[in-house]
């Protein structure tokens, strides 16, 4: 035997003793990787060993404002202290939003939750503030819906670019139900947290005793000309406490919207207007009191709201938005009646995919009554801008 067939035979060998190894090793199962679900639209994948899809979308914001307005006034309005308000700031915030879709007999099984994060300075410019946290989270099948979300009662066919106004904004727990009648048509009945407001003339103007949730009923339209709801809520007000032994009354807000696509003009031109009433629901129009104590009973005060939104796309990447509200609330208290205003207008340009720039500017002029200047109010106006930065994912 010479070296060349020792060395043939000794790899023949090897070759053979590693393949009967080889057979004698378990076998890997199979991997169950993340799928595409194109069921529910863009963005969703199977959750592994489920028949459950889910989306992760958000964005983080970033903005830089001028003599923008802080809370702690009525309603959000400028008044004689603004010049104590922090007049620049930087504002960032992070939205992260989870929803999960599942096909049962009993029509889509809907999981949603938000999670936000948000930094501002201080009104004395000096301090960071935070909110940070879930603020929005419910479940629906088919038609039911519970959890923390829209108020069924809200208009939003203004609710346009950074300035643009919505009646009733603001979510709520809630449970209700959505019933689909074609043709673009929702009919909306639910109940609500009482969306309260302060009770003015009685010490701590606050509501006490059992408290009932608002009924809130809608009726919605979408179609390719455009969208349109009308809105409505019933809000229970009670009082139990030292100034009264106990009161009660019943108030009510109408609120209603439509918004024309103008793609006649230009792809993504569009027109809104809305309006909002409420008598003893301010927590639905923006008024301040619920009600007045006038010593032996409630007084029901009363608000009116308006808006309006224009936006042109000038092209497929930039469009501007003109803006405008109004919003008038009687208090039965003459010193707290006021009259506000504000005019707006932005620009919003995407250089590239999932990049939004929006630069604005609005005014807003609050006018107090007669009653309510000779009571130290002064009427007030206040200019503010903002130019924004935001990735959406």
């Known amino acids: 035997m010479n070296i060349k067939s020792l060395i043939l035979g000794s790899a023949a ?28 639209g863009a963005g969703y994948h199977f959750i592994p060993g ?8 958000g964005y ?23 010049r104590a308000d922090n007049k620049t700031n930087i504002y960032a915030k992070a939205s992260l939003e989870f929803t999960a879709k599942e096909e049962t007999e009993l029509g889509t099984l809907v999981a949603y939750m938000r999670l936000e994060g948000a930094t501002d300075t201080g009104t004395s410019g000096s301090n960071l503030t935070a909110n940070d946290g879930f603020n929005k989270y419910y479940l629906s099948i088919g038609g039911l819906y519970a959890g923390l979300t829209d108020s069924a009662a809200n208009i939003t066919s203004t609710d346009v670019g950074m300035y643009g106004s919505t009646i009733g904004d603001h979510d709520t727990g809630a449970i209700g139900y959505n019933m689909d009648l074609g043709n673009g048509v929702t009919a909306t009945l639910a109940l609500e947290n009482s969306q309260r407001a302060a009770i003015a003339g009685l010490a701590g103007a ?32 009670n009082y139990d406490g030292v100034a009264v032994s106990q009161d009660n009354d019943i108030g009510y807000y109408v609120g209603a919207g439509v918004s024309f696509n103008l793609d006649m003009l230009s792809a993504g031109s569009s027109i809104g207007f809305s309006a909002g009433y ?13 009600a007045t104590w006038n010593g032996t009973d409630f007084k029901l005060n009363s608000a009116y709201k308006l808006g309006v939104a224009l936006k042109y796309a000038w092209a497929s990447n930039f469009n501007t938005v003109l803006t405008g509200s109004y919003l008038s609330y009687n208090d039965n208290a003459s010193t707290a009646d006021y009259k506000s205003w504000d005019a707006g207008f932005m620009a919003e340009y995407l250089p590239v995919n999932n990049l939004i720039v929006r630069a604005g500017v609005k005014y807003s002029k609050t006018n107090w009554s007669s009653a309510a200047n000779a009571a130290g109010r002064q009427d007030v106006g206040t200019w503010e801008g903002k130019l924004r930065l935001q990735r959406n994912f």
């Open 206 to 237: 606050t509501y006490a005793g059992q408290t009932l949730p608002d009924v809130v009923a809608a009726l919605s339209v979408a179609q390719g000309w455009g969208s349109a709801k009308i809105g409505g809520a019933i809000h229970t007000i």
């Open 278 to 290: 409420g008598k003893g629901a301010m927590g639905f129009v923006g008024g301040t009191n619920d």
């Open 50 to 57: 489920t028949d459950t899809c889910l989306k992760v979308s």
């Open 60 to 82: 983080v914001r970033a903005e830089f404002r001028f003599n923008e307005r802080k809370g702690g006034h009525t309603n959000n309005l400028p008044d004689n202290n603004d």
């Open 13 to 40: 060998a090897l070759v053979a003793g590693g393949a009967a190894q080889a057979a004698d090793l378990p076998v890997a199962e199979p991997v169950d990787y993340v799928k595409v679900c194109n069921a529910y």
